[in-house]
């Protein structure tokens, strides 16, 4: 075995040992999104677990740049009069709120509607159009701009519109075709609230008591990430190394083979 042999030979374990660290450094981070510092324990979580709790969620109130949705219920092909048809299965019943705070609708013209519930702007858009339009006006009004982000091991990731009130985890997670075989249910997380400071939830859909808990119900902004399973974890890991294993022992042998020919 000569000396050129020895000095490939330690190069390529040098080499090989350099790259499984590296893959072991960046595997750390892979699918990890949004790790927190404290690491919660998955055996320790029997229902919801809420890191950095708050109990300041008031009811949603309009903003500028919302989208709403409005129809009379009498009449849902009429608001306005003949002059102005709006169809209740078109996009042409969405109203955008103004910057300065105001919805424009037909007959009644502007009204401020920013800062109220949709109970309130419900309530305040009726009384319009009762002294307007018609008798007893029964309105319908949904803020159809509020969504979720849903991220990981779902049917489909991405931005999902709150298409009702009291949407929960259940709903939205049969809306996205349900979670993958590799998602770890006693693990969703949802981040809520302030990005500075967020509330993180825990829940572990295997309990069926999880079901109970208010904490599912959606809220506009929230973050819900589907991890993988560890076993999975484990195995892309290994799958990860094997990789740089076999590039080391490609290159091992090509040496081989050319030192032969020589």
Not at 85 to 92: E, F
Not at 102 to 127: D, F, H, M, S, W
Not at 148 to 168: A, F, H, Q, R, S
Request: aromatic share 10%; glycine share 6%.
């Amino acid at each position: 075995m000569n000396l050129d042999f020895l000095l490939f030979k330690k190069y390529t374990l040098f080499l090989l040992l350099f790259l499984l660290i590296l893959s072991s450094c960046s595997y750390k981070g892979k699918n990890q999104l949004f790790k927190e510092d404290k690491v919660l324990s998955e055996d320790s979580l029997k229902t919801i677990y809420v890191s950095n709790p708050t109990n300041k969620y008031d009811t949603y109130t309009i903003r500028p740049y919302d989208v709403i949705f409005i129809r009379n219920l009498q009449n849902p092909g009429l608001i306005g009069g003949e002059s102005s048809l709006i169809s209740a299965n078109t996009k042409d019943a969405n109203f955008s709120i103004e910057p300065e705070g105001y919805v424009n609708l037909p007959v009644i013209g502007k009204v401020t509607v920013v800062g109220l519930t949709r109970l309130q702007a419900t309530a305040k858009i009726e009384e319009l159009y009762k002294q307007k339009l018609f008798n007893d006006p029964i309105i319908e009004l949904k803020i159809a701009s509020l969504k979720v982000t849903l991220m990981g091991e779902i049917g489909v990731p991405g931005n999902y519109l709150l298409e009702k009130e009291n949407y929960d985890l259940i709903d939205i997670i049969g809306e996205a075709g349900g979670i993958k075989e590799k998602a770890d249910p006693k693990n969703v997380r949802i981040i809520r609230g302030d990005r500075k400071n967020p509330e993180v939830i825990y829940a572990n859909l295997t309990n069926i008591n999880t079901l109970k808990s208010d904490k599912l119900k959606l809220m506009d902004g929230d973050i819900i990430i589907f991890q993988k399973q560890k076993f999975y974890e484990r195995f892309d890991k290994i799958q990860s190394y094997s990789i740089i294993t076999s590039i080391a022992v490609t290159l091992l042998n090509t040496y081989l083979i050319i030192r032969n020919i020589k």
